[in-house]
């Protein structure tokens, strides 16, 4: 099973809503997929119409019984739900590499983390063969992105980082400077600027609030046919 963390250190970078659309685009593509909800705040659980379900993933972190993730309404994708209670995980042992060589027939793992570097992001990093860090495409959000590289490369220096652009407006002057940074920082900080970018799409935050996936929200809206291509990018890269 290939493990993907989805991180950045600063909120609302389309965390949550790259791991439920990459993840299903995937599973429409007949791969495997767990979703995996490391936060508290449960976007991710949310937007597939499966907040405070269970077992969560304290129950999966504590090992307390054993647990097998639940179907989604998307065939071919499964999902541990977030717990609020996700603020209390405390551990000075690896709880991830245990618990996610329980977990048999995916072929692929997205773990969403939260918007901070706490057990659940480091310990899940750790665990991980890749991060994938989404992120706005504005000048102003890329101290944040170079800072969560420097931050993984701290604890895993090895590690292949892939850095999507998410709510992209290709017109928009500050894009085109936002780019240019982001291509001169890959070569720096050694991270993929993949080559897909997800546009900015009212369609892409509708879904989230219809609990639905933008592919199965609006199929050809320029959201889900950009995390199409998404995973097609991913497939290729990750194989
Ligand atoms: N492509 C897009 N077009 C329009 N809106 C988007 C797009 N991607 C994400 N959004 C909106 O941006 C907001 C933040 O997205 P999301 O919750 O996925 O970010 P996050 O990084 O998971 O946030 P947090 O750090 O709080 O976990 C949401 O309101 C979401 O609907
Ligand atoms: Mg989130």
Known sequence: MLKVAVFNFKGGTGKSTTTINLGTALATSKRQVLLIDLDGQRTASFGLGMDGKSPTTLDWLADKKSVTPLATQVKHLSLIPGDIGMFRLTAKDDLFTPALSKLTGFDVCLMDCPPSLGVASVQAILASSRVLIPTLCEPAALKG???AV??????????SIDVLRVRYKPRLVLTKEADDLLIEAAADLNYRLLHTTIPENIAVAESIA?????????????????????AKECLKLWK
């Not at 420097?150 to 590690?159: Q, T």
């Not at 219809?210 to 291509?229: F, L, T």
């Open 210 to 230: 219809q609990q639905k996936s933008v592919i199965e929200y609006a199929s050809k809206s320029s959201g889900a046919r950009a995390y199409q291509s998404l």
């Open 145 to 147: 992105l170079s800072e």
């Open 150 to 159: 420097e931050l993984i490369r701290g604890e895993r220096a090895d590690i």
